[in-house]
């Protein structure tokens, strides 16, 4: 079974900074793209960025281009997303994943994510 275990979400002020840290378990992990998404209140889960299983490839969301950083573990199935400058509509929760699609509705399982809360 997969299991997805998502961490480090929390409220902070504008401009501010947090680091979300994910686990996965359940397939071989370590050989895949790992991805962060979110999810904001009343909106569709969108993608944020993703990570080549070797850490050489990132790939970002406009909305997270030059202040988010995704990063994996030295484990390969932890995956880290450093969010600097926050702002307020980065409020949503945050969701990893294993694989390369850009597109949520590729995949079958998901874990319970962590709430990020950006206070203007």
């Known amino acids: 079974q997969v299991q997805l275990v998502e961490s480090g979400g929390g409220l902070v002020q504008a401009g501010g900074s947090l680091r979300l840290s994910c686990a996965a378990s359940g397939r071989t992990t370590s050989t895949y793209a790992m991805g962060w998404f979110r999810q904001a209140p009343g909106k569709e889960r969108e993608f944020v960025a993703t990570?080549?299983?070797?850490?050489?490839?990132?790939y970002y969301a406009e909305s997270a281009k030059g202040r988010f950083t995704i990063s994996r573990g030295n484990a390969k199935n932890t995956v880290y997303l450093q969010m600097n400058s926050l702002k307020p509509e980065d409020t949503a929760v945050y969701y990893c994943n294993f694989g390369s699609s850009m597109e949520p509705s590729d995949y079958p399982y998901w874990g319970q994510g962590t709430q990020v809360t950006v206070s203007s």
């Open positions: 990570i080549s299983w070797n850490g050489d490839t990132t």
